[in-house]
């Protein structure tokens, strides 16, 4: 069973790639600096930051099913280019009823048109794009909020606005 409060951060295909892919669209941050940025930010709210990044559709699925089994308290996904194809993710999403934000770090409205579509999108109370990997931070601290978590006293941390 996951702790109370643990979140999971999922990221879709190819984001096992950042720091090498297009770094003029992604930027030079790696999938390792995002879940230390989630684990760090999460930290501050006394919450857990479960990352999983999968470049299969299913994969993402079950994780998101595994996230209702075991009683996450939220999901910040960045579905990278399934969030443009998947109603299956969002079916998902509706159907876990967790509240969920989507993250992508580039802006999707300033690229091909065929981005500026998100089923995923329709399934979270909110979507984040081109704040680059602070985009996840952002997203946290959201979730956060609206969950009701409050910055845990014992960091000795604030959450950076």
Do not use: W
Not at 27 to 41: I, N, R, S
Not at 50 to 68: M, T, V
Request: net charge neutral; aromatic share 6%.
């Amino acid at each position: 069973m996951a702790a109370a409060g643990t979140i999971y951060v999922l990221n879709g295909p190819n984001l096992n790639l950042l720091g090498t892919r297009e770094p003029e669209t992604y930027g030079h941050a790696t999938l390792a600096d995002v879940e230390k940025l989630c684990a760090d930010t999460a930290r501050q709210f006394a919450l857990i930051a479960d990352c999983r990044q999968s470049n299969r559709e299913g994969e993402l699925i079950d994780f998101i099913h595994e996230a209702h089994a075991k009683k996450a308290v939220g999901i910040i996904i960045n579905a990278g280019g399934y969030s443009h194809t998947s109603i299956a993710l969002h079916d998902a999403l509706v159907a876990v009823k967790i509240p969920a934000v989507e993250v992508h770090v580039s802006n999707i409205h300033a690229r091909e048109s065929f981005r500026d579509h998100s089923f995923t999108a329709k399934a979270t109370f909110a979507s984040l794009c081109g704040f680059g990997i602070d985009g996840y931070r952002l997203a946290i601290i959201g979730l956060a909020t609206r969950i009701g978590a409050k910055t845990d006293a014992r960091t000795d941390a604030k959450p950076k606005t």
